[in-house]
T-cell receptor
Framework: DGGITQSPKYLFRKEGQNVTLSCEQN?????MYWYRQDPGQGLRLIYY???????QKGDIAEGYSVSREKKESFPLTVTSAQKNPTAFYLC?????????????FGSGTQLSVL | AQSVTQLDSQVPVFEEAPVELRCNYS??????LFWYVQYPNQGLQLLLKYLSGSTLVESINGFEAEFNKSQTSFHLRKPSVHISDTAEYFC????????????FGKGTRLSVIA
């Protein structure tokens, strides 16, 4: 079945550590997105990429980094500069760039600080 | 820029009762509107969307939403809810041209009580 796979499901970060969240899709979608979800805050956009080797900052990019070396992969690194990383992270993709296309979401990664 | 306001963070309702989840948006351009649903510990799934044409749109599981341009609203309704409708519901907006990411509201948690 086609879809988006996020791993791991749960991740723990120590003080000063960088951690990387994986997002892989086999839908052949061009556009991929990372959202952060906090209780009562809804979804906030961290980074997005509309084509391989290109990406743009979202509303809360500080303390995060991404790469898009392959069409199917869009990993997110939470750096030590992100002082409040505990949240549920969602990866999504979209077929094409038109804004009427729906987003397909992965099942998320819960990141917690030890 | 677009923004979305979901006025109710939590809505408890008894099983088989009707429900309305409110969504208002702000935009200087014409928009597409979406409702997504998130079941516990999962990603989001598209519930329904308004692109153009009839202002009343329906989903396969009995939800409907009506686009009201004069009131800049896109409220979600269901005449009779089931326990299985318990979830978080997100309203989202995007401009109807270009390729900008979706903007999400903060979500409404619907709790159906037996």
């Amino acid at each position: 079945d086609g879809g988006i796979t996020q791993s791991p499901k749960y991740l723990f970060r120590k003080e000063g550590q960088n951690v990387t969240l994986s997002c892989e899709q086999n839908l052949n979608h061009d556009a991929m997105y990372w959202y952060r979800q906090d209780p009562g805050q809804g979804l906030r956009l961290i980074y997005y990429s509309q084509i391989v080797n290109d990406f743009q900052k979202g509303d809360i990019a500080e303390g995060y980094s991404v790469s898009r070396e392959k069409k199917e992969s869009f990993p997110l690194t939470v750096t030590s500069a992100q002082k409040n990383p505990t949240a549920f992270y969602l990866c999504a993709s979209r077929n094409g760039h038109a804004t009427n296309e729906k987003l397909f979401f992965g099942s998320g990664t819960q990141l917690s600080v030890l | 820029a677009q923004s979305v306001t979901q006025l109710d963070s939590q809505v408890p309702v008894f099983e088989e009762a009707p429900v309305e989840l409110r969504c208002n948006y702000s935009s200087s351009v014409s928009v597409y509107l979406f409702w997504y649903v998130q079941y516990p510990n999962q990603g989001l799934q598209l519930l329904l969307k308004y692109l153009s044409g009839s202002t009343l749109v329906e989903s396969i599981n009995g939800f409907e939403a009506e686009f009201n341009k004069s009131q800049t609203s896109f409220h979600l309704r269901k005449p009779s809810v089931h326990i299985s409708d318990t979830a978080e519901y997100f309203c989202a907006v995007s401009p109807n041209s270009g390729n900008t990411p979706l903007v999400f509201g903060k979500g409404t948690r619907l709790s159906v009580i037996a």
